[in-house]
């Protein structure tokens, strides 16, 4: 029975993890060695995609021996799970060379994955995502964290395991509270310096060790805009490859009072109607814009809008 949940851009990954069997070496190996098998060659975290034929684009996947050669063993490997029967892997391409001139001439071409999320069918994205965020992980964690010596890959992509202490580590998932913040009739956005000129977006920050989601949620309110939270709703989440955030899209009413941005943090804080809100997300709003729908702020602010 599907999962009945809120769908963000980069979630609903379609494939069955399979994830008891990618301990099993011999069962890896198998279906590594299908015919039938796919595999997505990812550049520095961009994927293979190819045009559609219909003015759309779709991920371009290779034969698994033409994988093989390129990985060059299974450090650079992935299984990222089954479709229906079909094995479906990953392979990591790192480098400054690109791969679509050679050896995968004439097979498809690299693309920015965040300029590719909304032209990807969603199913795709998520399964580019995923493959993404563990490579980010790989790239980042080649030595052990406990002892430093170099780890060695396991479990088919999805571990990392060290020969000299026998610690092992699993990819990171960074927990990210995002929150709308609203007091009644009105929600407050903020804006970086550093965002586009005009762009107004929900508040966010990382969810620190011994803190609850909606700790966070109310420390970053009141660190970034000065606002009190009372009680906190669960919107959403969604998964965020840049490199390993899992964003948490929360709605936090807030106490009466006034808003204040903290300089370190943002620039400007405004509130706005729902109605505005609603003329923000269409773009009718003199200068100002929200963020596009590939963002969860852009879910959030339209789920409240509409009276979430
Ligand atoms: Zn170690």
Not at 107 to 112: A, K, M, S, V
Request: with cysteine.
């Amino acid at each position: 029975m599907p999962l009945t949940a809120y769908t963000n851009i980069f979630a609903g990954n379609p494939l069955d993890r399979a994830s008891d069997r990618r301990s099993d070496q011999a069962w890896i190996a198998e279906q590594f060695a299908a015919d039938t098998t796919l595999a997505l060659p990812v550049w520095n975290g961009a994927p293979f995609i190819e045009d559609d034929g219909k003015g759309g684009v779709r991920l371009a996947y290779i034969p698994p021996g033409l994988a093989g050669e390129l990985s060059a063993g299974a450090e650079r490997l992935l299984f990222l799970g089954l479709w229906k029967q079909t094995a479906v892997f990953a392979v990591d391409l790192e480098g400054p060379a690109d791969p679509a001139a050679a050896p995968l001439a004439g097979l498809g071409r690299f693309e920015d994955l965040r300029g590719l999320a909304l032209r990807l069918p969603e199913t795709e994205a998520a399964i580019a995502a995923t493959a993404k965020g563990v490579f980010e992980w790989r790239r980042r964690h080649r030595h052990c964290s406990v002892c430093g010596q170099p780890s060695m890959v396991a479990d088919a992509g999805w571990k990392r395991t060290c020969p000299a202490c026998n610690a092992d580590h699993f990819p990171r998932t960074d927990p990210v509270a995002i929150m709308l913040a609203a007091q009644g009739e009105r929600c407050l956005l903020g804006r970086q310096a550093a965002w586009p000129k005009g762009m107004w977006s929900a508040l966010a920050g990382f969810i620190e060790p011994g803190e609850t989601i909606e700790e966070g949620c109310a420390r970053e309110l009141k660190e970034e805009a000065g606002v009190e939270a009372v009680s906190v709703r669960y919107h959403s989440t969604q998964p965020w490859p840049y490199p390993s955030s899992l964003m948490i899209g929360l709605i936090a009413e807030v106490a009466p009072g006034d808003a204040a941005p903290n300089d370190s943090e943002l620039e400007a804080v405004r509130w706005f109607t729902r109605e505005e809100a609603r003329a923000l997300l269409a773009g009718q709003l003199d200068g100002a814009f929200a963020p596009p729908r590939l963002a969860i702020a852009h879910h959030l602010i339209k789920a409240w809008a509409e009276g979430f």
